[in-house]
């Protein structure tokens, strides 16, 4: 019996920032990071491969948790420095025809009405291959760069996004699908009576609406979200489309898939109309010990730069990790940032966080390009599905070939992944099987 394929996207891992600036094959002029060429060759290879989405990762600000200093930070571009996302998002869909672009944007930095307005216009120059990636804010920095004291308590930010998302969604269609009438002969552009203010007024989002452009081909961007706490996968279960999903081991992906359908149904959804993407980052070659080699040279770097790696986590938590002994488990951690990142760090010690590399603890996914992907049909055949987002924080030109001319190929063979788009639209191609 033939295997249902599953999905593959890819995380822009740091954003539009720099990449591997100190690695080999970062290539020749590391100071171009600012110009979107990597990424827009990124974009293009992973429409080669067949990939449903790139999603560009975002942060807007030079964090300064670690060591309550941005030094790190800076001097070894730990997370940052970042450009707009929305930008390079246009650079790749001008250059691309089929996959998805989506872009994250922060319910806590933008106006409902300037985020409708922008993902609407994403969508309308991409012919439907526009997402958003729905944010929250997790970084005090971040909330300081737009004027407020600090991040929002956890659980509030999701009782904001709720309107937020709710206000967003009735923008995008306050216009009627069949509006814009255009009509030369009888001089009508746009039919007054289809298009409507919405007048949303909650606790905390207020907007009259209309909005200043006709709905969008998709009609709504795809919504995609990466809540992981309690609060973070009930919000995801009510209004994502897709979600970035983080989990260790195989049992613990079945484990969030299944709570994630069940919200779903909770919600009168149909479960299937939400694809749960896990992060992984395979690291393949053309021969096994080749694949040990580079994968052991990555944990060796990442114990040569424990500041590196320790300052991204106190990013992430919002925890000075330098306040903790090396060699002593952390203890009961307490975040107003990413709860679930910080709940794995719990009782392990900062050197073993940082000495695990970037592989996934009891994921490992490293081998030839047969073994790696034999490997990946047999997690989702036990995850139930529904497919992977692949990412690599130090992305090079070299690591993405690999992906998407070495290790789809051999999917393919396999007949788990798509060898061709079967739809135009981004949501169309998402829900496809």
């Known amino acids: 019996m033939p295997k249902k394929p599953f999905h593959l996207a890819w995380f822009v891992s740091r954003g539009y920032g720099p990449k591997a600036w100190r690695m080999p094959w970062g290539g020749p002029n590391p100071e171009q990071w600012v110009k979107p060429d990597m990424l827009v060759d990124v974009a293009r290879a992973l429409e080669r491969a067949g990939f449903d989405y790139v999603m560009i990762e975002d942060s807007s600000n030079i964090p300064y948790t670690y060591q309550n200093a941005h030094d790190t930070y800076l001097r070894l571009a730990v997370d940052s420095p970042k450009l707009d996302p929305a930008v390079l998002a246009s650079f790749m869909i001008q250059a691309t025809k089929n996959i998805g672009i989506i872009t994250t944007l922060s319910t806590t930095e933008y106006p409902p009405y300037l985020l409708a307005r922008l993902t609407n216009t994403l969508d309308h120059v991409s012919e439907g291959r526009a997402g958003w990636n729905l944010v929250t804010g997790s970084n005090d920095g971040g909330a300081q760069n737009y004027g ?251 690591y993405v070939t690999e992906i998407a001319d070495g290790l789809v190929p051999e999917l393919q063979r396999l007949g788990v992944v798509r060898k061709k788009y079967e739809h135009k639209m981004l949501r169309d191609n998402l829900m496809a099987y």
Request: aromatic letters at 8%; charged letters at 25%.
């Open 148 to 398: 407020l004291a600090g991040q929002f308590p956890h659980d509030q930010r999701y009782d904001m996004a709720e309107e937020f998302v709710d206000a967003v969604t009735q923008l995008w269609e306050s216009w009627d699908a069949d509006a814009m009438v255009i009509d030369q002969e009888r001089e009508i552009f746009a039919d007054p009576a289809k298009v409507h203010p919405i007048h949303y007024e909650g606790e905390y989002v207020r907007t009259r609406g209309p909005l200043a452009a006709p709905r969008s081909p998709q009609g709504r961007p795809v919504i995609c979200q990466a809540g992981g706490s309690p609060r973070g996968r009930a919000f995801a279960a009510k209004w994502a489309e897709t979600i970035i999903a983080s989990a260790g081991t195989v049992e613990a992906m079945k484990s969030l898939r299944e709570d994630i359908r069940a919200r779903a149904i909770g919600y009168g959804r149909n479960p299937d109309s939400i694809k749960i993407l896990f992060l992984i980052s395979p690291l393949v070659d053309e021969f096994h010990d080749s694949a040990i080699a580079r994968r052991d040279a990555r944990v060796v770097d990442a114990k040569t730069h424990m500041d590196w790696h320790l300052a991204s986590f106190s990013r992430l938590t919002g925890i000075d990790l330098s306040k903790y002994h090396l060699d002593e488990p952390l203890p009961e951690l307490t975040s107003n940032g990413h709860r679930t990142v910080a709940k794995q760090f719990e009782g392990r010690t900062p050197r073993q966080l940082v000495s695990g590399g970037s592989s996934t603890p009891g994921v490992e996914l490293v081998g030839t390009y047969q073994h790696v992907a034999a490997q990946m049909s047999e997690i989702i055949d036990e995850v139930g599905g529904d497919g992977f987002l692949l990412m690599q924080g130090d992305l090079t030109r070299r």
